[in-house]
């Protein structure tokens, strides 16, 4: 029975010691308050000295220098070539501008009278030009054999042979005529040379009469007044085009390459 008395006592006595041990002082709350005077009041903006704002590593030994110093360095080399770039694409408008000059082209067509001048003008836009591309002016043109005589004529054909054919046809209905060969009016079919300009205008009904309506007269002797029309700025394109319209339109008449104005 001592022994179970003596148990409980020492179970006891180890309980609260037990206990004795988790008790924890208690923590003086006053000793976390900061006392008023220690506090001192900054002025706005204001920042810490450099030297003790710097971390214990910025003491960067002098070794390290030189690979900063080395940055300005690369950005001045540099510099060069962004200025050099500007410069190559510059050149690239004016090479092109050459070239466009270079294939520029320029024509005239003429002498043309007026019925011819009517004719080519009604081929024009299918050139498709811009606007200023192509002018009228008149020229002079060579004088006249006969001094005060009206021509009476069939404009050019496409080809000579549709022209040899014209001035068969014409003959076979008892209008005389021939082929002119020599002068500005080279392929046209020439149906003769009258004194007064009632003979001609006679002949020219005649001729209409017999199918033919475009015949044509013009007054001869002294200088008479033609017609030129000026090409300038054609590419290859417009050029054969209007090469090909010349050729159907005015064959006996063909057209000069001239220098162009600027």
């Known amino acids: 029975m001592k022994w179970f008395v003596g148990l409980i006592l020492v179970m006891n006595l180890l309980v609260a010691g037990y206990g004795a041990l988790k008790?924890?002082?208690?923590?003086?709350?006053?000793?976390?308050e900061v006392s008023p005077a220690m506090l001192k009041v900054l002025p706005e903006g204001w920042k810490p000295p450099v030297e003790s704002s710097l971390p214990v590593t910025a003491?960067?030994?002098?070794?390290?220098?030189?690979?900063?110093a080395s940055a300005p360095k690369t950005s001045v080399s540099s510099a060069p070539s962004a200025v050099a770039r500007p410069a190559?694409?510059?050149?690239?408008?004016?090479?092109?501008?050459?070239?466009t000059?270079?294939?520029?082209?320029?024509r005239e067509w003429g002498p043309l009278n007026s019925a011819l001048l009517a004719r080519a003008r009604?081929?024009?836009?299918?050139l498709?030009?811009?606007?200023?591309?192509?002018?009228?002016a008149d020229a002079p043109a060579a004088t006249g054999a006969g001094k005060g005589k009206v021509w009476v004529y069939y404009p050019p054909l496409a080809t000579h042979a549709e022209t040899q054919t014209l001035s068969s046809e014409l003959k076979s209905k008892g209008f005389d005529n021939y082929i002119v060969a020599g002068d500005d009016h080279k392929g046209a079919v020439s149906l003769g040379l009258f004194g007064k300009e009632e003979a001609?205008?006679?002949?020219?009904?005649?001729?209409?009469?017999?199918?033919y309506d475009k015949v044509a007269m013009e007054a001869r002797g002294g200088k008479a007044v033609s017609s030129v029309i000026s090409f300038k700025g054609l590419d290859d394109?417009?050029?054969?085009?209007?090469?090909?319209?010349?050729?159907?339109?005015?064959?006996?008449?063909?057209?000069?390459?001239?220098?162009?104005?600027?």
């Open 200 to 211: 001609a205008k006679a002949m020219m009904a005649r001729i209409r009469a017999a199918g």
């Open 59 to 68: 003491s960067t030994p002098a070794a390290s220098a030189p690979v900063v």
């Open 101 to 106: 000059a270079a294939a520029a082209q320029c």
């Open 23 to 32: 008790v924890r002082a208690p923590q003086d709350v006053h000793a976390q």
């Open 122 to 126: 009604g081929g024009l836009p299918g």
């Open 88 to 99: 190559v694409a510059a050149s690239k408008p004016a090479e092109v501008k050459a070239s």
């Open 237 to 262: 394109a417009a050029a054969s085009r209007l090469d090909a319209l010349q050729q159907r339109l005015t064959p006996g008449i063909r057209l000069k390459t001239v220098p162009c104005q600027p």
């Open 128 to 136: 498709h030009l811009k606007p200023g591309q192509w002018s009228v």
